[in-house]
T-cell receptor
Framework: NAGVTQTPKFRVLKTGQSMTLLCAQD?????MYWYRQDPGMGLRLIHY???????AKGEVPDGYNVSRLKKQNFLLGLESAAPSQTSVYFC???????????FGSGTRLTVV | SQELEQSPQSLIVQEGKNLTINCTSS?????LYWYKQKYGEGLIFLMM?????EEKSHEKITAKLDEKKQQSSLHITASQPSHAGIYLC????????????FGIGTKLQVIP
């Protein structure tokens, strides 16, 4: 049982480059989330989805786009990476009726 | 998040000592969650508290919820090196059971 899988685990981008982070869950969860974790800031919600085909903005959505074309996958895109987007990104999923999250192991992104 | 204040932000204790971490919300709590993060890894769910006065225990970790004070405490008895990590409280303050706001976290070191 893989749970929540994030790819890639590490990535270095140059300013202005684009990339997509993939999150896949095998628990048939309805809800999926993307957070970023920065020192002194904690975990901040970027975007989330309450079901296939839906997305919503979180606390810090600027500079990111997301898509949930399949229930099991939630993609986070950076169209034009900036150094301020250097962070550790976590994906999480949860079932309906509560928010006991299952987290992925994270993607460490550095933008130079 | 300023909506959830954790204290202390870091803690160094000697193995065998007890310790308490606090989490206070500035908004109404609809659910309070404790997670543990080992350095460089994802978050692991510890406990969920939903009712005022609720108390839950897992091994040597006990969490309580004071709904009136909008506060939760996490208590570790007889700490061990395996307890080291970052403890994060999260809360559903939206009431929609759809997303969790996290505190900054408390970094715990246990010295053998």
């Amino acid at each position: 049982n893989a749970g929540v899988t994030q790819t890639p685990k590490f990535r270095v981008l140059k300013t202005g480059q684009s990339m997509t982070l993939l999150c896949a869950q095998d628990m048939n969860h309805e809800y999926m989330y993307w957070y970023r974790q920065d020192p002194g800031m904690g975990l901040r919600l970027i975007h989330y989805s309450v079901g296939e085909g839906t997305t919503a903005k979180g606390e810090v959505p600027d500079g990111y786009n997301v898509s949930r074309l399949k229930k099991q996958n939630f993609l986070l895109g950076l169209e034009s990476a900036a150094p301020s987007q250097t962070s550790v990104y976590f994906c999480a999923s949860s079932g309906t009726g509560g928010v006991t999250y299952t987290f992925g192991s994270g993607t460490r992104l550095t933008v130079v | 998040s300023q909506e959830l204040e954790q204290s202390p932000q870091s803690l160094i204790v000697q193995e065998g000592k007890n310790l308490t971490i606090n989490c206070t919300s500035s908004k109404t709590l609809y659910g309070l969650y404790w997670y543990k993060q080992k350095y460089g890894e994802g978050l692991i769910f510890l406990m969920m508290l939903q009712k005022g006065g609720e108390e839950k225990s897992h091994e040597k970790i006990t969490a309580k919820l004071d709904e009136k004070k909008q506060q939760s405490s996490l208590h570790i008895t007889a700490s061990q090196p395996s307890h080291a990590g970052i403890y994060l409280c999260g809360a559903d303050i939206s009431g929609g059971y759809q997303k969790v706001t996290f505190g900054i976290g408390t970094k715990l070191q246990v010295i053998p």
